[in-house]
């Protein structure tokens, strides 16, 4: 199904799709699980515009290049450009909206990538690597740094955070993206994921939520 970004009741927002700039490790739980560091500077990637689908109506996983991860992460939606060292205000302006979404990632791949110093790309940026839902706008959250987000698997609860446990909250984060690389008006942020990443398999059942706010049901093919 081809994305579009739009609101939780059903209002498209008429952005074009963008960037999607990620955050690795922003939670030392899931760092620490993975048997990674805790970064000292913020670990940046990005995918490609062209990884963004749905999460409405199920989504597909690559079949047969090993174990496909689910990160649940809080998203931010992007709605005016930021460049340089954006102020607080700029930024906070900046925002259009949050949604929960899924940082898929092929993680065999990734460990040999990551063993041979290699990039992340091929493990993080194929098509369907981010799964989106609809957002919620800007205003539902006066704390950004109280946001929850939450995944639940088959009737269990998988990931279970908050951006209160962020190694690098939303608003720093964004500064130094935008001094990294220009953001526009369509680009995600993936802001990291708590701790509980595993596997999914073709046929699970999910509930993907911004705790408390937005909830929404899915499958895995
Ligand atoms: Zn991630």
């Not at 030392?28 to 515009?49: C, M, R, S």
């Not at 302006?93 to 040999?112: C, E, V, Y």
Request: negative net charge; aromatic residues 6%; contains cysteine.
């Amino acid at each position: 199904m081809s994305y579009q970004h739009k609101y939780v009741d059903g209002t498209s927002i008429h952005f074009p799709m963008g960037k999607v700039v990620c955050i690795g490790r922003n939670y030392a739980e899931h760092a620490k699980e993975l048997d990674n560091p805790v970064p000292t500077e913020p670990l940046l990637f990005i995918k490609p515009g062209s990884c963004v689908v749905p999460l409405e109506g199920g989504f597909t996983i690559p079949a047969d290049r090993g174990s496909v991860h689910y990160e649940a992460e809080i998203v931010v939606l992007i709605g005016k450009p930021l460049t340089k060292s954006p102020t607080r205000e700029e930024i906070l302006d900046a925002i259009s909206g949050f949604a929960p979404g899924l940082d898929l990632t092929l993680r065999d791949l990734q460990s040999k990538l990551k063993e041979k110093g290699l990039p992340w790309e091929l493990a993080k940026s194929f098509d369907g690597a981010a799964v989106i839902a609809p957002f919620v706008p800007a205003e539902t959250y006066d704390d950004l740094t109280d946001i929850g987000i939450r995944l639940t698997i088959n009737g269990e609860v998988r990931q279970d955070g908050n951006s209160s446990s962020m190694l690098n909250p939303i608003v720093p984060m964004i500064q130094h993206m935008a001094a990294c690389f220009s953001l526009q008006a369509g680009d995600l942020i993936m802001t990291g994921t708590p701790a509980g990443v595993g596997p999914f398999q073709a046929g699970d059942d999910l509930v993907l939520e911004l705790t408390g706010q937005t909830r929404f049901e899915s499958s895995v093919r």
